[in-house]
Every structure is written in structure tokens, then in C-alpha cells.
């Protein structure tokens, strides 16, 4: 492994910059922005392979709106717009599907409320385009792939592809296990992709009670910034492999098999991330 100072590596990497790591303070829009799949606003309720339909337990005994959009049948979902207020929870459910996030931000303000689940065995090959941000308030993953399930995550193809997946506070990763529980397989091919956690959580991998670990985190491009939260790890794993790309990450690897960092640049840094959502 190539192991920098992050100053080095930031001077080194053109277009990095610190936008990669913080959310846009700048922006102040409302709660829902016209939330498309494939073009079609979710007010529709259905479309080709998706459903999106209240939670009507959790509308009644808690007085709130809660939505889930569906993807039930294998496909290619390209999902764009802004929600902050709940209504909008994606559940990947026991198919393969090919999604992209463009320009897609969602947050769910809600303890133990997922934002992009896969479940089931599902498998999600994601590409990234333009800023894209899903944020988890507590206790679950901004992406939550489980035991079984496989995450696959791109750039669209021009060089653009952000992400930012983060639990703001408990137990859950940024991507990976839901609170403290097992992790699937997580894949990073390109894009640049920011992950952090709060309280116990890891930025990206299982649960911060898995025992014994498990999941698998493998890197073969794109740009991985990982932040634990203060009582936990960055990256915590049953195996792990570095076969590629940027890895930048604040504190200690967590993994049950050696890491293979011989394709990768790994830096050591001290990375800020918020820990709160912009107003609004």
C-alpha cells in the first residue's frame, strides 16, 4: 500500500476536494422535490417493477407519513430528486436490479427507519450521478445491505458520481449492517464515496456487536472515505481487499482476514463529516 499524508494525497488528486466529504450548507430546499423513478413522479404510486405505498402502522399509532417505494421486479431504476420528511424509504426486495442515484438526495429523520434497503438476497449494481446523499437519523444504515445481499457501486460513466451515506446517531453503518447486525457484500468499483456513522457505529460494514464478524468489503476503484463514529471503526469487516482505487479512512481497520492493500492508496487521515442535516 502506498501510505500518504492526507495533504499529499489531496494535492495529488484533482477534483477530490472537500465537498467529497461535507454536505452542501448552501443548500436549503424543501422537504420534497419532485422524487422521480424512470421519470415518473411518485405521486403515480406504480410504475414498471415498483410500487410505492404509506406504511399505514406507522401513519396511524405514530402520526406521521411514511412511505415505501418497492422495487419488486429485476430492472433499471433511475431515481432523482429530494425527500427529508420520511415519505420516501426504498426497499430492494429479492431481485437483481441496476439502479442509479442522480442527483438523489433522501433522509429519514426517524429512529430505526431505513433509508435504501436490500433484503431478501437482493443484489443492487448502483451507479452514481452527479450529488447524491442518503442519511439515516438512528439505528439504520443510510444503505442497508444485509447478510445475503451483494451492493455493487459505480460512477455512471462521466466522472461525476457522488455519494454520501451516513447514520447520524446509534448503532447502524453507513453502508452495510442496520444497528448491530450482520452485513452482506459490498463492492466498489468507482464513484467517490463518503460513509460515517454516529455513537457506535462503523462508516461502512457490519454491526458494532458483530460477533463474529462478518461481511465482505472489496475495493477495485473509485475514491472510499470512511469515518467510525467515536466509539467505533471506519471499516469493520470479515474480509476486506483493496485491489484498487483511494482509500481514505480516520481510524483503525476492523477485519477478521488480512487486508490486501497492494492495489490501493490508503491514507490516514482526520476527515470531518456533520453530524447534523442542513435546515429546512
Known amino acids: 500500500a502506498d501510505y500518504v499524508e492526507h495533504a499529499q494525497y489531496a494535492e495529488s488528486t484533482p477534483g477530490l476536494g472537500a465537498r467529497m466529504f461535507i454536505l452542501d450548507q448552501d443548500v436549503h430546499p424543501d422537504d420534497w422535490v419532485g422524487v422521480s423513478i424512470n ?19 406507522n401513519s396511524l399509532i405514530h ?19 429530494r425527500c427529508t420528511n420520511s415519505d420516501v424509504r426504498v426497499c430492494v426486495d429479492g431481485v437483481s436490479a441496476a439502479v442509479t442515484f442522480s442527483d438523489l438526495v433522501l433522509k429519514v429523520p426517524r429512529s430505526g ?55 447520524l446517531s446509534g448503532n447502524a453503518a453507513g453502508i452495510g ?8 457484500t459490498i463492492r466498489i468499483r468507482g464513484g467517490r464515496i463518503s460513509v460515517s456513522s454516529g455513537t457506535c457505529g462503523v462508516g461502512i460494514g457490519c454491526g458494532w456487536g458483530a460477533d463474529p464478524l462478518n461481511g465482505m468489503l472489496e475495493i477495485y476503484g473509485g475514491t472510499l472515505c470512511a469515518t467510525g463514529s467515536r466509539w467505533c471503526y471506519p471499516i469493520k469487516a470479515a474480509s476486506c481487499v483493496f485491489a484498487g482505487g483511494n482509500v481514505v479512512v480516520s481510524g483503525e481497520l476492523v477485519v477478521g482476514a488480512a ?18 442535516w442542513p435546515d429546512g
Request: charge should be negative; proline fraction near 3%; glycine fraction near 12%.
Open 39 to 57: 421519470g415518473v413522479d411518485l405521486s403515480a404510486r406504480t410504475g414498471t417493477g415498483w410500487t410505492y405505498t404509506p406504511d399505514n402502522k
Open 63 to 81: 402520526n406521521y407519513s411514511a412511505f415505501t417505494l418497492k422495487i419488486s421486479e429485476p430492472g433499471t431504476y433511475v431515481m432523482s430528486g
Open 113 to 167: 427507519q431505513a433509508v435504501f434497503t436490500l433484503k431478501n438476497g437482493a443484489r443492487v449494481d448502483l451507479k452514481l450521478d452527479g450529488w447524491n446523499e442518503l442519511v439515516a437519523e438512528k439505528n439504520n444504515a443510510g444503505i442497508t445491505v444485509p447478510n445475503g445481499c451483494e451492493l455493487d457501486i459505480d460512477d455512471a460513466g462521466n466522472g461525476t458520481g457522488y455519494l454520501t451515506a451516513m447514520c
Open 177 to 184: 449492517a442496520a444497528s448491530s447486525g450482520d452485513c452482506g
Open 259 to 276: 487486508v490486501n492493500a497492494e492495489g490501493s492508496k490508503v491514507v490516514y487521515a482526520e476527515v470531518v463529516l456533520p453530524t447534523t
